[in-house]
């Protein structure tokens, strides 16, 4: 068969009319994105919706006609609807993958759980096919059309980071990057206890303003470790959607119906902040350099998202030195942290627009005893 | 002159600094402030002595310990295989980089580059794949997926 990329975008798009015709309960939703985008979705059945727009539900904005982007989701519960089946050959991110991409459209097929996820830049069209929601892992659900999203932000300028973010309302926000593990979520949610504003535990856009960085928000989504983390939130147990399985899942949480005026949509960045757990009791911010941060962030980032590329290399560098940089030592005491991210916004102004820092941030209990920062060139990569 | 290796060999100026990635290395390099004014000025097209006489300009720095760094830097860039050096010169070559001293002389600081080797996994070029007509789905049986871990 002599497939090219056109065509079989052409023939999966027609596998879903035909599926979306068959059932005959086709339901849409808009989304915002980003500063002002807005993206249609269009469901083949309720089943997916109910699935798929929970984690997207605080950005729900009313219909438009004028979109920016339009993604299908269909399935094949009833065994028709499947696209074809590219060549199957290479293992990335440990699963079976295939990435096809022209300059206009961008083509990705797993094997397990079978999905095929494609967009079609100059159509603003993007295809999000599964075999069964029952057959993907527990995660997904939290994250959903993360690779389609990630597509279409990087011809955007607006890049899908694996990294949490909050802050306050007045004060800007922080870009929390690190490794799975490394303190993001926990930091993330503690913030939110306190009162801040939460734009993502896990993944969230970046985008300029005015050449400074603005984070936006994709997920109201969050998970713990039940058995390590849950017990430091039990105001946020009842947030928690898979109760029956937390002895082999992650606990995982929809914020927004429960915490609508802190899930914030948009954040302006003020600093990036590198999660490190020390397993001391004291929270303390250090400076730290931008090649500490890019190393915390760029790996995981690219390793997650399919079809990353070099623009997203220099995407995610150009947000890292466009801010200051600093290595955030996680305590034990949890609740030291939020006061000291926002003494760290509170210290530095409303001008964002600050050099690399000089000098060492101290948490609440430290922050009469000067601290000298580490030179910029500590860090050896 | 040099010119840049090959096609992969690409850089984009990132807040002052030049980042440049070699796709089949999977490396990356960062350049001072006056190792990007001359990055930029190779990329262009003017030839060493050219360089030399431009970075004279606008940094304030003697002209020996200028042409020493210049010569350095091209030396260090041919090393790590990111520039190659041609015979050919181009009388035509654009002039987008503005060179033209402009007020006070910027400090010369001494043009560097440094290596990174932390992300070569995920720097290097992947191939792309062409189509055939593979079933849906196709699954070697050994092929066996962790679908807890997220």
Redesign the interface.
């Known amino acids: 068969?002599?497939?090219?990329l056109n065509t079989?975008f052409h023939t999966s798009h027609n596998a879903f009319l035909l599926q979306a015709s068959k059932r005959a309960e086709l339901c849409e939703r808009t989304i915002r994105v980003g500063n002002n985008a807005s993206i249609r979705i269009q469901f083949a059945n309720e089943k997916l919706l109910s699935y798929f727009m929970p984690a997207i539900e605080h950005i729900v904005v009313g219909p438009s006609e004028n979109v920016d982007l339009t993604i299908l989701v269909w399935d094949s519960t009833d065994g028709t609807g499947?696209?074809?089946?590219?060549?199957?050959?290479?293992h990335r991110n440990?699963?079976?993958v295939?990435?096809?991409?022209s300059d206009n459209i961008k083509v990705s097929c797993e094997?397990?759980?079978?999905r095929m996820t494609a967009i079609h830049f100059e159509k603003r069209l993007a295809l999000f096919w599964i075999?069964d929601v029952k057959q993907f892992?527990?995660?997904e659900q939290?994250r959903p059309f993360r690779t389609i999203l990630h597509w279409w932000g990087a011809a955007k300028n607006l890049h899908l980071l694996h990294a949490a973010a909050v802050g306050t309302a007045d004060g800007g926000g922080a870009l929390l990057v690190g490794k799975?593990g490394a303190g993001k979520s926990t930091t993330a949610l503690t913030c939110l206890n306190s009162g801040m504003q939460y734009v993502s535990d896990d993944h969230c856009l970046v985008g300029f303003e005015n050449s400074l960085p603005v984070a936006y928000s994709l997920y109201n989504a969050a998970?713990l470790n039940m058995m390590d983390s849950i017990s430091r939130f039990p105001e946020l147990e009842r947030c928690i959607v898979n109760r029956d399985r937390l002895h082999?899942?992650?606990a995982m949480m929809f914020l927004y119906p429960f915490y609508p005026d802190r899930v914030a949509r948009a954040l302006s960045l003020k600093a990036v902040l590198v999660a490190v757990v020390t397993g001391r009791a004291e929270t303390q911010i250090r400076a730290t350099n931008w090649?500490e941060a890019a190393?915390a962030l760029?790996?995981s980032t690219?390793?997650e998202l399919q079809g990353?590329e070099?623009d997203d290399?220099?995407g995610m560098?150009?947000v890292i030195?466009?801010i200051p940089c600093y290595r955030l030592e996680l305590g034990i005491e949890i609740g030291q942290i939020p006061p000291a991210i926002c003494n760290l916004l509170t210290s530095m102004g409303n001008d964002s627009n600050l050099p690399q820092p000089k000098a060492a941030i101290a948490t609440p209990i430290d922050q009469d005893r000067p601290i000298t920062a580490p030179p910029p060139t500590t860090v050896t990569? | 002159m040099y010119k840049p290796a090959g096609l992969h060999i690409?850089h984009?100026n990132?807040?002052g600094?030049v980042?440049i990635?070699d796709?089949r290395a999977g490396t990356?390099f960062?350049l001072t402030e006056t190792a990007s004014f001359i990055w930029e000025a190779l990329v262009t097209g003017f030839s060493r002595n050219e360089i030399i006489e431009e970075v004279f300009n606008i940094f304030d720095g003697t002209r020996e310990e200028i042409e020493q760094s210049v010569d350095q830097l091209l030396a260090q860039l041919v090393a790590d295989q990111l520039i190659v050096e041609t015979e050919a010169t181009d009388t035509t070559k654009s002039r987008a980089i503005n060179m033209a001293p402009s007020g006070e002389k910027r400090p010369f600081v001494e043009a560097t580059v440094q290596k990174?080797?932390?992300?070569e996994?995920?720097?290097v070029l992947?191939p792309?794949?062409?189509?055939?007509?593979?079933?849906?789905?196709?699954?070697p049986d050994s092929?066996q997926?962790?679908?807890?871990?997220?």
Not at chain 1, 1 to 4: A, R, S
Not at chain 1, 98 to 101: H, K, S
Request: glycine share 2%; aromatic share 14%; net charge negative.
């Open positions: 068969m002599d497939l090219d079989y499947k696209p074809l089946c590219p060549a199957w050959q290479t440990y699963r079976w295939d990435l096809l991409a094997m397990s759980p079978a075999s892992p527990w995660f939290s799975g998970k082999f899942e992650k090649q190393r760029i790996p690219m390793t990353s070099v290399f220099y560098l150009r030195k466009s990569l | 690409v984009q990132i807040v600094e980042i990635v796709l990356y960062s990174y080797t932390d992300m996994d995920i720097l992947d792309i794949h062409d189509f055939d007509d593979a079933g849906w789905p196709n699954v092929t997926v962790d679908s807890n871990t997220p």
